[in-house]
């Protein structure tokens, strides 16, 4: 409400040594704060597009997972 309504400069950081919210008082601060929700709104549009591309009936399906033998490391390359 206070960023919308009254242009406070309030940003979140969510990774690195400090993480929370602040008020900006500097050009670099800013831009730490834009980076951080570009890269949260980023992220969201990849899970709404996986989200909007989901098979609704062979999800399921998709969750087994390839078990690859410990003596067979060389298979593992493959899988991937």
């Given at each position: 409400?206070?960023v919308?309504?009254?242009?406070v400069?309030?940003v979140?950081?969510?990774s690195?040594?400090h993480?929370?919210?602040?008020?900006a008082?500097t050009?670099?601060?800013?831009?730490l704060?834009?980076?951080s929700?570009?890269?949260?709104i980023?992220?969201?549009?990849?899970?709404l597009?996986?989200?909007?591309?989901a098979d609704?009936?062979?999800?399921e399906s998709?969750?087994?997972p390839?078990?690859?033998p410990?003596?067979k490391?060389?298979?593992q390359?493959?899988a991937e």
């Amino acid at each position: 409400m206070l960023v919308n309504r009254y242009g406070v400069p309030i940003v979140a950081l969510r990774s690195g040594e400090h993480t929370g919210l602040f008020i900006a008082t500097t050009e670099a601060e800013r831009n730490l704060g834009i980076a951080s929700y570009e890269t949260q709104i980023n992220s969201m549009g990849i899970r709404l597009r996986a989200i909007q591309e989901a098979d609704l009936d062979n999800w399921e399906s998709q969750l087994k997972p390839q078990v690859i033998p410990a003596d067979k490391p060389d298979q593992q390359q493959k899988a991937e």
